[in-house]
């Protein structure tokens, strides 16, 4: 609480302040926020807030003798957005207060929290280029850059997790162009390449990645290449396919920007690819993702007498996820998803595992991604050869997000 308490106290103050009262409330709805501006325009901020509660059942190899449950706030988020001194320059804070959101305390974030998700500034230069500088999600597979609050299941699948590229800190470059009926969309960044809120410098080498989108059917309605549900009911068929690369020199972590430490001794370079698609239309969604991870120099296990770092090899390998789902006129969704990954080494450690994830998901959207109840059930088997007598884990979600 000691990490929040300054914020709240802002909050109040702000508040409280009567220059206020020269500000001019714009927007102010139920899952839009609350938008104030400037009397001379000088400046805005949006204001927004969620929560996700959640409750999960997992039941080792069908063993309902050693069922195992939790109820926990998954996310719980604060955002501010708007822009400053002029239209085109933009910016947005986002903190995350739940315990899930902080991460454990390192020495590499100075001991404390990792309150912080993004804190950047973008500035539209001319047209559709834009820089953004600061810390932020870079341009990796799709799944991990939508919003979750914005998924079509209670959470992102397993090729996310473990082999996607995350928030860092550093500089992008976008734009947008058309190529006849075609939207094209590209993004290069430069970065630290060790995750979020780092505090004693680089230990590594630096990041970089490169991002390139191809929309042959024209763009999606509200940014929907970016929701996961079909919520604005595509009357046209509409194709989105993303392909990244991603270089992270002498990671210092064992997934890049995520993960535990690894012993300077032990540095590799991490060179990752992303493909991914989105289809939508008429309610129908039809996603995939294919990460590639792989270490470029020689494979190096774990040494010793190295302080404050947990010494692992990297993850590396490559995985698919394909999901499938209808949002019905009464906005219930059922989904369903099938993913696979394959650890290069795999059996190194309890993580290292092959798995392979059937997930059926159901979503009922109260208010859109702003206020909805979804829940899955998934049945995750390690084998390296599927057979119907096999021993599953179950794990089972219900989460409840209410958006403000």
């Given at each position: 609480?000691?990490?929040?308490?300054?914020?709240?106290?802002?909050?109040?103050?702000?508040?409280?302040?009567?220059?206020?009262?020269?500000?001019?409330?714009?927007?102010?709805?139920?899952?839009?926020?609350?938008?104030?501006?400037?009397?001379?325009?000088?400046?805005?901020?949006?204001?927004?807030?969620?929560?996700?509660?959640?409750?999960?059942?997992?039941?080792?190899?069908?063993?309902?003798?050693?069922?195992?449950?939790?109820?926990?706030?998954?996310?719980?988020?604060?955002?501010?957005?708007?822009?400053?001194?002029?239209?085109?320059?933009?910016?947005?804070?986002?903190?995350?207060?739940?315990?899930?959101?902080?991460?454990?305390?390192?020495?590499?974030?100075?001991?404390?929290?990792?309150?912080?998700?993004?804190?950047?500034?973008?500035?539209?230069?001319?047209?559709?280029?834009?820089?953004?500088?600061?810390?932020?999600?870079?341009?990796?597979?799709?799944?991990?850059?939508?919003?979750?609050?914005?998924?079509?299941?209670?959470?992102?699948?397993?090729?996310?997790?473990?082999?996607?590229?995350?928030?860092?800190?550093?500089?992008?470059?976008?734009?947008?162009?058309?190529?006849?009926?075609?939207?094209?969309?590209?993004?290069?960044?430069?970065?630290?390449?060790?995750?979020?809120?780092?505090?004693?410098?680089?230990?590594?080498?630096?990041?970089?990645?490169?991002?390139?989108?191809?929309?042959?059917?024209?763009?999606?309605?509200?940014?929907?290449?970016?929701?996961?549900?079909?919520?604005?009911?595509?009357?046209?068929?509409?194709?989105?396919?993303?392909?990244?690369?991603?270089?992270?020199?002498?990671?210092?972590?064992?997934?890049?920007?995520?993960?535990?430490y690894v012993a300077d001794t032990a540095y590799n370079t991490l060179q990752t690819v992303l493909a991914d698609f989105m289809f939508k239309y008429k309610g129908w969604v039809?996603?995939?993702?294919?990460?590639?991870?792989?270490?470029?120099?020689?494979?190096?296990?774990?040494?010793?007498?190295?302080?404050?770092?947990?010494?692992?090899?990297?993850?590396?390998?490559?995985?698919?996820?394909?999901?499938?789902?209808?949002?019905?006129?009464?906005?219930?969704?059922?989904?369903?998803?099938?993913?696979?990954?394959?650890?290069?080494?795999?059996?190194?450690?309890?993580?290292?595992?092959?798995?392979?994830?059937?997930?059926?998901?159901?979503?009922?959207?109260?208010?859109?991604?702003?206020?909805?109840?979804?829940?899955?059930?998934?049945?995750?088997?390690?084998?390296?050869?599927?057979?119907?007598?096999?021993?599953?884990?179950?794990?089972?979600?219900?989460?409840?997000?209410?958006?403000?």
């Amino acid at each position: 609480m000691k990490h929040i308490f300054p914020f709240v106290v802002f909050g109040l103050l702000a508040i409280s302040n009567p220059i206020l009262s020269q500000q001019q409330t714009i927007e102010s709805s139920f899952g839009k926020g609350v938008t104030v501006v400037a009397a001379d325009e000088s400046f805005s901020m949006k204001f927004n807030a969620r929560v996700q509660s959640l409750f999960i059942t997992e039941v080792p190899g069908m063993d309902f003798n050693a069922v195992e449950t939790n109820w926990l706030i998954r996310r719980s988020r604060l955002k501010f957005s708007g822009f400053a001194h002029h239209p085109n320059l933009q910016y947005k804070i986002e903190l995350g207060l739940s315990n899930r959101d902080h991460g454990g305390e390192v020495p590499q974030t100075n001991n404390t929290s990792n309150l912080i998700l993004d804190a950047f500034v973008r500035w539209k230069v001319a047209g559709n280029f834009e820089v953004w500088v600061g810390q932020t999600k870079l341009p990796g597979n799709r799944e991990r850059v939508i919003s979750s609050q914005k998924l079509q299941f209670v959470d992102r699948s397993l090729v996310n997790s473990r082999f996607n590229i995350d928030r860092d800190m550093g500089i992008q470059f976008r734009n947008k162009h058309t190529l006849g009926g075609m939207i094209i969309n590209e993004a290069l960044a430069f970065s630290q390449g060790e995750g979020r809120n780092r505090t004693a410098g680089n230990d590594g080498g630096l990041e970089y990645t490169g991002r390139v989108e191809f929309l042959p059917m024209g763009a999606f309605t509200g940014k929907g290449d970016y929701i996961s549900s079909d919520l604005k009911r595509e009357q046209t068929p509409k194709l989105s396919i993303g392909v990244t690369f991603d270089q992270n020199v002498n990671a210092a972590r064992e997934r890049g920007n995520l993960g535990s430490y690894v012993a300077d001794t032990a540095y590799n370079t991490l060179q990752t690819v992303l493909a991914d698609f989105m289809f939508k239309y008429k309610g129908w969604v039809v996603a995939g993702e294919y990460a590639n991870k792989k270490a470029l120099g020689d494979r190096l296990t774990a040494g010793e007498g190295a302080e404050e770092a947990f010494l692992s090899n990297y993850f590396t390998g490559q995985g698919i996820n394909v999901q499938l789902g209808y949002l019905f006129e009464n906005n219930v969704e059922p989904a369903f998803r099938y993913t696979s990954i394959t650890p290069e080494e795999a059996g190194y450690a309890s993580d290292r595992d092959a798995q392979r994830m059937y997930t059926f998901g159901l979503s009922k959207y109260v208010v859109g991604h702003s206020l909805k109840v979804q829940t899955d059930l998934s049945f995750i088997d390690e084998n390296a050869e599927f057979s119907f007598d096999q021993e599953f884990d179950m794990l089972f979600r219900f989460q409840v997000e209410m958006a403000f």
